[in-house]
């Protein structure tokens, strides 16, 4: 595929004609990988065909940070999954807003009773969200509650970072804190990451 | 407005699946590639690549495009 060509950067930086007859056979190939990899992603809301210029292009201007660690047709189907996916997200994302979530009640946790389990398990469920629900309103600052309802929503990291003006570093990041901090949280009340997955299978 | 019951139980997923991660989302596209290539060779991830494993297991849109690489490549490989 894509590495017979193995001189790809000295063609798509080369004179006109060459680098011509390069970009469209790069485009082909990008076309091709994302026509397959986009078609059954997020119902298929963009087509390749829409993003194979923009992600052409990103890869054109990226040309010098390809430091040939991996095979240039990988590293260029990269940089194209990318572009490709993220449109999708953008035009799929559910309709939810998160102005009316605010700070204080973003991860409240309602408590419910499940009337088929037994009385020990449904204690020991209630302890632990009872000291979840602490950990969410005493260890978590608001940007970290919003964040993380963003996620629960169905919102992905970048879109949540687009809607509160953010980037998806920094919310990834605000969200990853925010696990480590009630994982920790949890587990100095005694409460073990595998106790969590086995009282609530 | 509080969490449905379904949202609670990806919050606990969350948490008790959460694990220390050194890289960010640019991070961990800066070596995707590499980390591709070596994942179609069968080959074991090395340790500099580690990382890379780690921000996968935790980072969904991550996960999500490395899965549509993987995808499209394979796509790639197939006669036309």
């Known amino acids: ?201 | 407005m509080p969490l449905k019951p379904e949202q609670v139980s990806k919050l606990l997923n969350m948490v008790s699946s959460s694990d220390t991660d050194s890289l960010d989302c640019d991070g961990c596209f800066d070596h995707i590639a590499e980390f591709v290539d070596i994942h179609l060779a069968s080959q074991e991830v090395p340790a500099a690549l580690k990382a890379v494993e780690i921000h996968l297991q935790q980072c969904v849109c991550c996960k999500g495009e490395f899965n549509a690489l993987l995808d499209g490549l394979r796509a790639l490989e197939q006669p036309e």
């Not at chain 1, 629960?152 to 998806?168: K, Q, Y």
């Open chain 1, 1 to 201: 595929m894509v590495e017979i060509q193995e001189n790809w950067i000295e063609r798509l930086s080369g004179e006109e004609s060459v680098r011509d007859v390069a970009i469209e056979e790069l485009r082909a190939i990008l076309l091709r990988g994302l026509s397959h990899s986009m078609s059954n992603r997020y119902r298929g809301v963009v087509q390749a065909e829409d993003v194979v210029q923009d992600a052409l292009l990103k890869i054109l201007s990226s040309l010098q940070q390809f430091a040939g660690r991996s095979k240039f047709g990988t590293w260029a189907m990269a940089i194209a999954t990318r572009v490709g996916i993220s449109a999708m997200r953008r035009k799929y994302c559910p309709d939810i807003s998160l102005d009316g979530i605010s700070a204080g009640d973003s991860l409240r946790i309602e408590i419910a009773v499940d009337d088929e389990q037994s009385a020990e398990q449904h204690l020991d469920q209630r302890i632990i969200l009872e000291k979840l629900s602490e950990l969410i309103d005493t260890r978590l600052s608001d940007r970290q509650r919003l964040a993380v309802r963003g996620l629960l929503e169905g919102l992905p990291v970048e879109e949540v970072a687009r809607r509160t003006m953010s980037n998806r570093n920094a919310v990834y990041k605000l969200v990853h804190d925010a696990r480590i901090k009630l994982r920790e949280g949890l587990g100095s009340a005694g409460i073990a990451a595998d106790d969590v997955i086995a009282i609530f299978a």
